[in-house]
Antibody, heavy 123, light 107 residues
Framework: EVQLVESGGVVVQPGGSLRLSCAAS????????MHWVRQAPGKGLEWVSL????????YYADSVKGRFTISRDNSKNSLYLQMNSLRAEDTALYYC????????????????WGQGTLVTVSS | DIQMTQSPSTLSASVGDRVTITCRAS??????LAWYQQKPGKAPKLLIY???SLESGVPSRFSGSGSGTEFTLTISSLQPDDFATYYC?????????FGGGTKVEIK
């Protein structure tokens, strides 16, 4: 059974830093791209970042580019999101999500999600 | 970035109704569109990918169509378990974007 378990969400002051983690199990972690997707309270979904299966390629939403860094440790089946220079608008539930692959190709969509970890940026 | 616009934002319907949700892209995305269902307090669930391909395990009452800039999600006969919020998402580029969501409520 695929499981994604996020951790690290807390209340942090504006301008602060935070590192989120996602522990993956139930699938061959280093076969798949991984993503972070967030959802502000009562709002819609916003894709945050993508990392390729080997960590060699990373992509970011414009709203977080230059402030957030995605990384992974395939030896630990873990995904991370380093968040710096946090703003009030970064307040959200952060989901870790597994990239989708068919038998022939992989795509920028998400077939498994964690339950999320809540980040609150407030003074 | 490609903007995704969903309509309506809220939809009131009864069990057994045929429901259609529209998603429009600000530029052509070919068929690189997915649909998700999200229930309160839960993570989203993938329903459809590549505009019309049904994800494994998803009931056949869900269907998707469209290409280019206009897409639809149709629920042929609304069931009690289908009251939820639905999101479209484009994956034509590496800057992935979602629509604003459509909440399907009980009439």
């Amino acid at each position: 059974e695929v499981q994604l378990v996020e951790s690290g969400g807390v209340v942090v002051q504006p301008g602060g830093s935070l590192r989120l983690s996602c522990a993956a199990s139930g699938f061959t972690f280093d076969d798949y791209a991984m993503h972070w997707v967030r959802q502000a309270p009562g709002k819609g979904l916003e894709w945050v970042s993508l990392i390729s299966w080997d960590g060699g390629s990373t992509y970011y939403a414009d709203s977080v580019k230059g402030r957030f860094t995605i990384s992974r440790d395939n030896s630990k089946n873990s995904l991370y999101l380093q968040m710096n220079s946090l703003r009030a608008e970064d307040t959200a539930l952060y989901y870790c999500a597994k990239g989708y692959c068919s038998s022939t190709s992989c795509y920028g969509i998400f077939d498994y999600w964690g339950q999320g970890t809540l980040v609150t940026v407030s003074s | 970035d490609i903007q995704m616009t969903q309509s309506p934002s809220t939809l009131s319907a009864s069990v057994g109704d045929r429901v259609t949700i529209t998603c429009r892209a600000s530029q052509s995305i070919s068929s690189w569109l997915a649909w998700y269902q999200q229930k309160p307090g839960k993570a989203p669930k993938l329903l459809i990918y590549k505009a019309s391909s049904l994800e494994s395990g998803v009931p056949s009452r869900f269907s998707g169509s469209g290409s280019g800039t206009e897409f639809t999600l149709t629920i042929s006969s609304l069931q009690p378990d289908d009251f939820a919020t639905y999101y479209c998402q484009q994956y034509n580029s590496y800057s992935l974007t979602f629509g604003g969501g459509t909440k399907v409520e009980i009439k």
